[in-house]
């Protein structure tokens, strides 16, 4: 772990892997420190910390499970105590469903799963980070942010993961709300919604949508990479959207435009 205590820090929720692994990193090019959180996946955090650490930059490996609300004060005091106060908050952890399938056979374990994770531990993790933020002086030359990463599915139904889309459009307007909140104490909040990313999740569908790709169910004729993402991200906790309040952001390759 690399010494220095100046740099911002940026805590990174399913940064263990996929598009929280890529943002921790593009973070890390920007100059933040990074309090990495995943639950039960420790190997990938500790080879994560150590690449932080070959460029140079702090990383706390946080195992914990968002949906643990209990839990949240005591984790911003951790990240507090170890890296200094919290400057951007990327809500980047979450699950799909149990199992894709008819509506009418969605299970309360899976409904409740996605909501706990996805709508739930977000919300309350992002208010403890900002409370953690309102409590501390605003770092001079440096944007605060707090960066909700929903998907494609905030805006687009799809009926086999009903609970899924369900928690993700409700993330969407948690987003919107503390964007609300905080905007008049120099927060800047934004969203940002993927559509096909080429990760551990997405891959078992991967020839599914190589076929739909290519019959132009994207207008950018390609999956979508973390990096893609992550740069994104990195893009608004730089500070270099200004004046923008509760912006999403579509990083889906044209999915979601409306054509005719």
Known sequence: MSMGTTAPVALVTGASRGIGRATALALAAEGFDIAALALGDTDRLATLAGELDRLGRRCLALDADIGDTARHAALVAQVRAALGPIACLVNNAGVSVLQRGDLLEVSEASYDRCF???????????????????????????????????????????????????????????????????????????EVQPGLILTEMTAPSKPKYDALIAQGMTLDPRWGQPEDVARVVRT???????????????VDGGLLMQRF
């Open 116 to 190: 706990d994770i996805n709508t739930r531990g977000t919300f309350f993790l992002t208010q403890a980070v900002a409370r953690s933020m309102l409590g501390d002086p605003a770092p001079e030359g440096r944007h605060r942010s707090i960066v909700f990463v929903t998907s494609s599915n905030a805006v687009a139904a799809t009926v086999e993961r009903g609970e899924y889309c369900m928690s993700k459009t409700a993330l969407s307007m948690a987003a919107r709300l503390y964007a609300m909140r905080l905007a008049k104490h120099g927060i800047g909040v934004y």
């Open 236 to 250: 608004m906790a730089a500070g270099l959207l200004p004046y923008t309040v509760a912006q999403d952001v579509r």
